[in-house]
């Protein structure tokens, strides 16, 4: 099992497999910069420094968008040979639907071999084999694909020497699982691997996060030993830090404790910041459209109101002042649930705000007062057979980007599980969340601010296959 002990570069670094499989590398807001150095059996086996550089792309639900480019910088202490790897990595989207993701990645490097001449004895160094190792040149690469759903993801990578000869093959299932207290989050992972001399190794791995500062993951290697990290997280994980141990056993106790430090640090891109001004101002302009559209409204659903016939003048209006009255999908116009049509006058597209939800403060917990509001949601769609749902998280600005992601998604999932828990069938909702990217108001008072915590609800009309 030494390969494999040598090939195993990190313990319990969970966010951190696209090191194996560069198609796990996720889009984001915020470049990442990390360092792990690793002692492996009380310094009698080979020591690791790793350097890891990654630029992320903002998510776009589009055929082969970029997700995630990067480099890696790798140097090995073999006691008699060093190596030093150079290598970097692109991950990308094949396609995207209804939260369902397929992704590639690939890394392409050169690694350079060299002897340490200090260990070795004059009679030695002059072996014309042994000279042959010295400085030798050779290539490398990794290759990968992944699939992600909202409730879990599959990764396969492989590696190839000299883009010939396979080096290793190695398989993820991982997911995420919100505990009752919704400040634990669970995050179990199991891991395949297949040596060059095709033996097979089973890894478990189980990280608790808690309230997403401290970490702790505890794992099995097959046939080798106990793992352990512990992880903290600070300025919403704009910066990381863990150790991690390896317990040989069933026979490898000897070998001694494999020792891991790994620090990272995260900053925002520039594409991100430009997103972020570009969001702001998108928000104002459509803040101000919006205004004069519901003033128009108002003013001539007053002006209707005074008809003895509404529905026989509503008839006699021109097209472009019936448009005034009805959601218009296109312009993604969104309308309090207490406003929401009967289920047959429904559109296609048509977005819904929760009025009357709400959830403790920087949570995904839902208050009570907010169960009638779902209740009177779930009764609708056991009542509306021609439509799915997917269910919108926003948040306002005053967190990170990565925290408000994770907290509008969170929040989605949350009203999800309440759908379901009364009957809502699972097929027929998917869940997103925004962050704080699709403001309705300006961020710049907290009444604005709690108008853009909402979770919006869009009508989709259900396909023959949906049913």
């Not at 090939?7 to 910069?33: E, R, T, V």
């Not at 021109?318 to 218009?328: F, G, N, P, S, W």
């Amino acid at each position: 099992m030494t390969a494999f002990g040598q090939q195993q570069s990190l313990i319990g670094h969970q966010d951190f497999w696209g090191y194996y499989n560069p198609a796990l590398m996720k889009p984001g807001n915020f470049s990442q910069i990390s360092f792990i150095h690793r002692t492996q059996w009380e310094g009698f086996g080979p020591t690791s420094s790793l350097l890891f550089f990654d630029y992320p792309f903002r998510f776009k639900p589009k055929t082969f968008s970029p997700q995630s480019a990067g480099a890696i910088v790798q140097y090995e202490d073999l006691s008699f040979l060093t190596r030093t790897n150079f290598s970097g990595f692109l991950s990308g989207v094949i396609t995207s639907y209804r939260g369902n993701t397929l992704s590639f990645g690939f890394n392409l490097g050169v690694q350079v071999t060299g002897l340490k001449i200090g260990e070795f004895g004059i009679s030695e160094l002059i072996d014309p084999e042994l000279s042959n190792v010295d400085s030798e040149i050779s290539t490398s690469g990794r290759f990968g694909l992944s699939f992600r759903t909202d409730l879990f993801e599959v990764g396969v990578g492989s590696g190839v020497k000299n883009f010939s000869d396979f080096s290793d093959l190695n398989a993820t299932v991982s997911t995420v699982l919100p505990l009752e207290n919704r400040k634990y989050v669970l995050k179990p992972i199991v891991i395949l691997r297949v040596s060059e001399s095709l033996s097979k190794q089973v890894e478990a791995q189980t990280r608790v996060v808690y309230d997403n500062k401290l970490s702790f993951t505890v794992g099995y290697r097959q046939n080798f030993g106990m793992l352990f990290q512990l992880g903290i997280s600070l300025n919403n994980q704009r910066v990381k830090g863990s150790y991690g141990s390896e317990l040989p056993s069933n026979g490898n106790s000897s070998l001694g404790l494999t020792h891991e430090i790994f620090v990272s640090a995260k900053f925002e891109t520039s594409a991100s910041k430009k997103h972020t001004s570009d969001s702001t101002f998108k928000a104002k302009r459509d803040s101000l459209n919006k205004l004069r559209i519901d003033s128009m409204r108002t003013a001539k659903i007053d002006e209707l109101s005074k008809q003895e016939d509404v529905e026989e003048e509503s008839e006699e209006l021109e097209e472009d002042e019936v448009d005034l009255l009805t959601i218009d999908p296109a312009a993604k116009k969104v309308i309090e649930f207490e406003d929401l049509p009967i289920p047959k006058d429904v559109k296609d597209n048509t977005h819904v705000i929760l009025g009357h939800i709400g959830f403790e403060i920087s949570q995904d917990i839902i208050k009570p007062f907010a169960y009638e509001e779902l209740d009177r949601l779930a009764t609708y769609l056991l009542h509306d057979h021609r439509h799915r749902i997917e269910i919108e998280g926003h948040t306002d600005s005053s967190g990170s980007d990565e925290h408000n992601f994770d907290l509008s998604k969170r929040r989605a999932f949350a009203v999800s599980n309440y759908l379901i828990s009364r009957g809502v069938s699972e097929a027929r909702i998917t869940i997103v969340g925004y962050g704080d990217t699709m403001p309705l108001v300006p961020n710049d008072s907290e009444t604005n601010r709690e108008l853009n915590r909402r979770i919006e609800i869009v009508f989709h009309e259900r396909k023959a296959k949906d049913h």
